[in-house]
C-alpha cells in the first residue's frame, strides 16, 4: 500500500505500467541503479537486475543516467500516471 | 488525451515548464499557431524543484513575466552562508555578505521563492490568453523525423503532429534530445539527484527565523552533514510563504565512476542537520512539519564539461530550449532565467525561420550562436568558481571554501557577475528605455501581491474599481514620477540608445575592475548593512506599509479577465 506516510505530498495516479525496463542481455548486474533508487525499484536476482515495482518512481531518470551498460530502458509512464505533487 | 487537436501547427512546444511556456507565449503573441504538449495531468506536477528564481531572469527575461504579476511565494534579500567547521563542537563560520540594504529591501529583492506548479500555471495560463493550446496528460514518445529533419511530434497513443519547429522544452532528462541525436546522454557525473523535503510552517515563524533569507550549508565529508562530493554539491534552505524546502542534492557518481548509495546518504544528511545543527534544532524542529518530500535529477556543470558544452542545441526543425539543451546551472540557482532567455530567443528565431520558410539546420544554427553569445547563459554555463568550490572539498582547504563560497554565494559574486549583467542591462535599455521603469513597478507589484496572497486581507488583492479619490497623496507621487520618469526616458532615448553602445567596451572591463577593488567596497557595504540595519528600520516599515496598501494598479498590475 503506497501511503502519504511515506511520501507525504506525493500521490500516485493510475497504475503506470512497465515505463522502465532492464535489459537482462546488457545488464552486468553492477548493482548502480538500486544504490541510487530512492523508491526501492530494483532488486538483483541471479546476478542482474530487475524491477521489483514501480510503485513509488518519482520518475527521477537516476537509474537511466547510472546505468553504464544502458540497460535501463526509460520512458514516461503514459497519460500523466505515475506521481503527482503540488509542492515542486 | 484530447482528440481536437489539428494535424499540424506552425509551432509545437514539448513541456509546460518555464521555458516551454514562455517560448509558446512568444510564438503565439506574434500569430503563430503554437500547440503545447506536457505529460503531466496538472501543469508543473513533475517538475520538483526547490525555488529561488534570480532577480535578472525577471529583470531581463520575458516581458509578459515582468510587466504580469506571477505567483510568488517570497522575495529572497539575502543569502546566508554556513560553513561547518566541526558540527560536534558546533564550530560554524557564516558569511552573511550578500544582502540586499534596508530600507529597499525586501521588496526590492535578489529574486523571488516560488513553488513550479504555480508559476508554470500561470505562465501556461497567459501563453493561453495570447492564442496557444495547452494539452496535458499527454507523453511525446518520438519525433517525426525525414531527410534528417525533424517535421513534428509522435504522441503516446501513436497518433502525429507535424509542426514546421519543434520547439524542445522536455527538463534535463532530454530524451527526446537524444532521440534526435543532438545531445548524448549525460554521464552521472554531472548530474545530482535532489531530495527535496517541503515543510509547513506558520508565516510568522518564518518571517522570525528566515526573514526573506534563503540558507546554504557547506561541510566537508566526514561531518555529514551536506553533500561534499561531486560537482559542488549542496545543502539550502528556502523559505516560502508559509512553509520552507529543504533540499540536499548529491553526484550520482563521481570522476572515477563509484555509484553513491544515495538512500543511505540522504538519510545521514537529513539526521545530521535536524539533530546537530543549532539553529534547525532549536528554532525550525518543533515549529516545522513535513508536507512533501520529493525528489528529481538535475544536471550540473554541464558547462565545465567541454564535450557537453560544444553539443549543439538545434538541428533542421528542432530548437533546445532551457534545460532540455544543458542551459541548467542549478548549483548558483539559475537554470530558471536560462529556460526563460532561451525561451524567448528560440521564440524569435522560430518566427525568423518561419517567415523565411527556411527551418534547416543552417538556419536554425544562428539560435546556437545567439544563446552561446548571451552574456548571462553565457557566465551561467561556465563560471569556473564551483567547480573550484568542489576542489576546495575534496582538498580540505578551508580558506579555500570560505574564498569560493564567498565567491559564489556571497558579495564576491559580484565581482564576476557585474560584467554580463552590465551587458544585458546595456542592451535591454536599447531596445526601449522605458524598462527601467517597469522594473520599479515591478518590485512594488510583486511584494505587494506575495504580502496580500499571505494575509486575511483578500479584498485588496482581486480586481479593484479605482475612483478619484481612492489612493493616497503618496500613491499619486508615485504614478507621477513613473509617467514623468517614462516621458524623460523616451525623450532621451537617442542619447541613451548612443550612450549605451559607449558603455560595451567598458561593461567587458567590470569584471576585472570590480574583482580588483572587491577588498574596497566590500568592507564599507557591509559597515553600510549594519548601520542600514539599526538605522533604516523606520523608513524600511513605512515603505512596506505604503507597498501592501497601495491599490495594485498604482504598480501597474493589470485587471484581469478571467479566460
Ligand atoms: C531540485 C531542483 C532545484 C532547483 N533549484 C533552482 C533554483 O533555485 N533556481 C533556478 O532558477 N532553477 C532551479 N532549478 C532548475 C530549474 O528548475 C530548471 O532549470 C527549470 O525548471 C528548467 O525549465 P525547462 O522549461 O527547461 O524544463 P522544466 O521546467 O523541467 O519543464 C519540462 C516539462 O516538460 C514536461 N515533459 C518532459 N518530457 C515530456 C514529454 N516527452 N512529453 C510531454 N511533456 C514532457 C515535463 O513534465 C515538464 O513539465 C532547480 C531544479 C531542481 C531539480
Ligand atoms: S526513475 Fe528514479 S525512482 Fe524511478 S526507478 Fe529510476 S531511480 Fe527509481
Ligand atoms: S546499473 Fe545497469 S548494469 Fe548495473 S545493475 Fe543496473 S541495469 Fe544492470
Redesign the interface.
Known amino acids: 500500500m503506497r501511503t502519504t506516510d511515506t511520501?507525504?505530498?506525493?500521490r500516485w495516479?493510475g497504475e503506470p505500467e512497465l515505463f522502465i525496463r532492464i535489459d537482462p542481455k546488457k545488464c552486468t548486474g553492477?548493482?548502480?541503479c538500486l544504490?541510487?533508487?530512492?523508491a526501492?525499484c530494483f532488486e538483483i536476482v541471479e546476478k542482474t537486475a530487475r524491477v521489483r515495482s514501480l510503485e513509488w518512481c518519482?520518475?527521477?531518470?537516476?537509474c537511466?543516467?547510472?546505468c553504464?551498460q544502458d540497460a535501463v530502458e526509460?520512458?514516461?509512464?503514459?497519460?500523466?500516471s505515475?506521481?503527482?505533487?503540488?509542492?515542486? | 488525451?484530447d482528440c481536437t487537436l489539428r494535424e499540424s501547427y506552425d509551432v509545437v512546444v514539448v513541456g509546460a515548464g518555464f521555458g516551454g511556456t514562455a517560448a509558446a507565449h512568444h510564438t503565439a503573441r506574434h500569430g503563430l499557431s503554437t500547440l503545447v504538449i506536457e505529460?503531466?495531468?496538472?501543469i508543473?506536477?513533475?517538475?520538483?524543484?526547490g525555488l529561488t528564481i534570480p532577480i535578472y531572469g525577471f529583470l531581463f527575461g520575458p516581458g509578459f513575466i515582468r510587466d504580469g504579476t506571477p505567483p510568488i511565494e517570497r522575495p529572497v534579500d539575502g543569502i546566508i552562508n554556513y560553513i561547518v567547521t566541526d558540527i560536534d563542537r558546533e564550530e560554524i563560520v557564516i558569511d552573511d555578505t550578500l544582502r540586499f540594504p534596508k530600507p529597499f529591501a525586501p521588496i526590492f529583492s535578489f529574486g523571488y521563492n516560488a513553488?513550479?506548479?504555480d508559476f508554470c500555471q500561470w505562465q501556461a495560463d497567459e501563453a493561453v490568453r495570447v492564442g496557444a493550446e495547452v494539452v496535458?496528460?499527454?507523453?511525446v514518445?518520438d519525433l517525426i523525423i525525414e531527410g534528417g529533419s525533424v517535421r513534428g511530434v509522435v504522441l503516446?497513443d501513436g497518433r502525429n503532429i507535424a509542426a514546421k519547429i519543434v520547439i524542445n522544452a522536455e527538463g534535463s532528462?532530454g530524451?527526446l534530445s537524444v532521440k534526435a541525436g543532438i545531445r548524448k546522454?549525460?554521464?552521472?557525473r554531472v548530474?545530482s539527484?535532489a531530495?527535496?523535503y517541503?515543510y509547513t510552517m506558520k508565516k510568522g515563524d518564518v518571517d522570525r527565523i528566515f526573514g526573506h533569507s534563503i540558507r546554504f550549508l557547506w561541510a566537508w565529508d566526514e561531518q555529514n552533514m551536506a553533500p561534499p562530493l561531486g560537482y559542488g554539491n549542496g545543502l539550502m534552505v528556502w523559505p516560502y510563504g508559509e512553509?520552507l524546502h529543504f533540499m540536499q542534492d548529491q553526484c550520482?557518481?563521481m570522476d572515477d565512476?563509484t555509484?553513491?548509495?544515495?538512500?543511505k546518504r540522504?538519510e545521514t544528511y537529513h539526521k545530521n542537520v535536524v539533530e546537530k545543527l543549532p539553529w534547525w534544532r532549536d528554532d525550525v524542529e518543533a515549529k516545522a512539519e513535513?508536507?512533501?518530500?520529493?525528489?528529481?535529477?538535475f544536471e550540473i556543470f554541464v558547462g565545465l564539461d567541454d564535450e557537453l558544452r560544444a553539443m549543439p542545441l538545434s538541428t533542421g526543425g528542432m530548437l533546445l530550449v532551457g534545460d532540455a539543451g544543458g542551459l541548467e546551472s542549478t548549483e548558483l540557482c539559475d537554470g530558471v532565467p536560462a529556460a526563460w532567455f532561451s525561451a524567448e530567443i528560440a521564440g524569435r528565431v522560430a518566427r525568423e525561420a518561419i517567415e523565411a520558410g527556411d527551418v534547416s539546420e543552417d538556419f536554425l544554427s544562428r539560435y546556437d550562436r545567439e544563446i552561446r553569445n548571451h552574456p548571462i547563459i553565457a557566465w551561467s554555463i561556465t563560471a569556473p568558481h564551483r567547480y573550484l568550490l568542489r576542489n576546495a572539498q575534496q582538498d580540505h582547504d578551508l580558506g579555500s571554501l570560505r574564498k569560493y563560497v564567498h565567491a559564489g554565494w556571497g558579495f564576491g559574486a559580484l565581482a564576476h557577475t557585474v560584467s554580463p549583467l552590465f551587458r544585458v542591462f546595456l542592451s535591454a535599455i536599447r531596445q526601449d528605455p522605458r524598462v527601467l521603469t517597469s522594473w520599479v513597478r515591478m518590485f512594488f507589484r510583486n511584494y505587494r501581491h506575495w504580502h496580500h496572497s499571505y494575509s486575511d486581507d483578500v479584498s485588496s488583492c482581486g480586481d479593484e474599481v479605482i475612483r478619484p479619490g481612492d489612493r493616497s497623496v503618496g500613491e499619486y507621487i508615485f504614478i507621477f514620477l513613473m509617467w514623468w520618469s517614462d516621458l524623460v526616458l523616451t525623450v532621451f532615448w537617442p542619447v541613451l540608445w548612443t550612450m549605451s553602445y559607449l558603455f560595451v567596451p567598458f561593461a567587458f572591463l567590470m569584471k576585472a575592475i570590480a574583482g580588483f577593488m572587491v577588498w574596497l567596497y566590500e568592507p564599507l557595504y557591509v559597515r553600510l548593512l549594519g548601520r542600514l540595519d539599526t538605522s533604516a528600520v523606520g523608513m524600511t516599515e513605512a515603505l512596506i506599509r505604503f507597498t501592501v496598501k497601495a491599490r495594485a494598479a498604482t504598480f501597474g498590475a493589470k485587471k484581469r479577465r478571467e479566460p
Open positions: 511520501f507525504p505530498g506525493v495516479v553492477c548493482g548502480g544504490k541510487v533508487c530512492l526501492g518519482m520518475e527521477c531518470s537516476a537511466w543516467y547510472v553504464p526509460f520512458s514516461w509512464p503514459k497519460g500523466g505515475g506521481f503527482h505533487t503540488r509542492f515542486g | 488525451m505529460r503531466a495531468e496538472n508543473g506536477e513533475k517538475i520538483i524543484s513553488y513550479c506548479a496535458t496528460k499527454t507523453v514518445s503516446e532528462q530524451l546522454k549525460y554521464p552521472p548530474i539527484l531530495d527535496t517541503d512553509s550520482l557518481a565512476g555509484v553513491q548509495n544515495l538512500k540522504f513535513l508536507r512533501a518530500h520529493t525528489w528529481q535529477c
